[in-house]
C-alpha cells in the first residue's frame, strides 16, 4: 500500500494540503485549567446576572451562584476549549435553577416554568452584549470626573449600607448624593450606548 493509500485510509485525515508546521499540541491539565479560568473571569459576571434574571433575586442568585461555581470546577475538564463557554455554563446554571426552585417551592419567583425557558434563552443569546457594555462601561468610568468617580466608588462599595452612609463618607448632603448619582448613571448610559454605536455594536 502507497503512502497515498494510506492517507486516504485515515479518517483522522482530510484532503487539505500539509502546511508543514507540526500539528498543535493538546494542553495538559495545568494549561486546560489555566485557560478554563480565564474563561470564567470573563464571563462570571454575566453568569450571576443571568440568574439574577431567572431569579428575580439577587440574594438566590448569590445562593445558586455559589452552587454552579462548585459544579463549573468539578467539571471543567468536561469543557472543550474553543466551544461556546456561554452555551455550556448556562446548561449547567439552568439545572441548578431548576433545583433550587424545586427545593424553595414556597418562594413566590418571578417567572413561571413555562416562561423560564424562553427567557433563559434570550438571555444567552445577549451574552456577547453584556461583556461589551461592561467594556464599554469601563471606558466611560475612566473619563469621569475625580469626584464623580468619588461618588460611584462609595455608592457601590460593598461595605456600603445605603445613600446616608456613602454621604457620611463624602461629607455631603443625603440629596446632593442622590441627584449626583442620577447624574452619573444618566451620563454613563448616553456614553455607554454611544461607544457601542460607535464601535458598530448597537
Not at 30 to 35: F, I, N, T, Y
Not at 166 to 172: D, F, I, M, P
Given at each position: 500500500m502507497?503512502?497515498?493509500?494510506?492517507?486516504?485510509?485515515?479518517?483522522?485525515?482530510?484532503?487539505?494540503?500539509?502546511?508543514?508546521?507540526?500539528?498543535?499540541?493538546?494542553?495538559?491539565?495545568?494549561?486546560?485549567?489555566?485557560?478554563?479560568?480565564?474563561?470564567?473571569?470573563?464571563?462570571?459576571?454575566?453568569?450571576?446576572?443571568?440568574l439574577?434574571?431567572?431569579?428575580?433575586?439577587p440574594?438566590d442568585a448569590?445562593?445558586?451562584?455559589?452552587?454552579?461555581?462548585?459544579?463549573?470546577?468539578?467539571?471543567?475538564?468536561?469543557?472543550?476549549?474553543?466551544?461556546?463557554?456561554?452555551?455550556?455554563?448556562?446548561?449547567?446554571?439552568?439545572?441548578?435553577?431548576?433545583?433550587?426552585?424545586?427545593?424553595?417551592k414556597?418562594?413566590?419567583?418571578?417567572?413561571?416554568?413555562?416562561?423560564l425557558?424562553?427567557v433563559?434563552?434570550?438571555a444567552?443569546?445577549?451574552?456577547?452584549?453584556?461583556?461589551?457594555?461592561?467594556?464599554?462601561?469601563?471606558?466611560?468610568?475612566?473619563?469621569?470626573?475625580?469626584?464623580?468617580?468619588?461618588?460611584?466608588?462609595?455608592?457601590?462599595?460593598?461595605?456600603?449600607?445605603?445613600?446616608k452612609?456613602?454621604a457620611?463618607?463624602?461629607?455631603?448632603?443625603?440629596?446632593?448624593?442622590y441627584?449626583?448619582l442620577?447624574?452619573?448613571?444618566?451620563?454613563?448610559?448616553?456614553?455607554?450606548?454611544?461607544?457601542?454605536?460607535t464601535?458598530?455594536?448597537?
Amino acid at each position: 500500500m502507497s503512502p497515498s493509500d494510506r492517507q486516504s485510509d485515515d479518517p483522522g485525515r482530510d484532503d487539505a494540503p500539509d502546511s508543514g508546521l507540526p500539528d498543535p499540541e493538546p494542553l495538559d491539565h495545568a494549561g486546560h485549567r489555566e485557560a478554563f479560568a480565564r474563561l470564567f473571569a470573563q464571563h462570571d459576571r454575566w453568569l450571576f446576572s443571568y440568574l439574577v434574571i431567572l431569579l428575580g433575586s439577587p440574594a438566590d442568585a448569590e445562593e445558586v451562584f455559589q452552587e454552579v461555581c462548585v459544579v463549573l470546577w468539578r467539571e471543567h475538564e468536561k469543557f472543550q476549549l474553543g466551544t461556546n463557554f456561554v452555551s455550556w455554563v448556562s446548561v449547567i446554571a439552568n439545572h441548578q435553577v431548576y433545583r433550587y426552585r424545586a427545593k424553595n417551592k414556597r418562594k413566590n419567583f418571578s417567572l413561571d416554568e413555562g416562561l423560564l425557558g424562553d427567557v433563559a434563552s434570550t438571555a444567552v443569546g445577549r451574552a456577547d452584549i453584556f461583556e461589551y457594555r461592561r467594556d464599554a462601561l469601563r471606558k466611560c468610568l475612566e473619563k469621569l470626573t475625580r469626584e464623580d468617580r468619588q461618588v460611584v466608588q462609595h455608592c457601590y462599595d460593598h461595605e456600603t449600607k445605603n445613600f446616608k452612609s456613602a454621604a457620611e463618607q463624602l461629607g455631603r448632603p443625603v440629596n446632593t448624593v442622590y441627584k449626583a448619582l442620577n447624574r452619573i448613571r444618566r451620563m454613563l448610559h448616553d456614553c455607554i450606548d454611544q461607544t457601542l454605536s460607535t464601535e458598530g455594536l448597537q
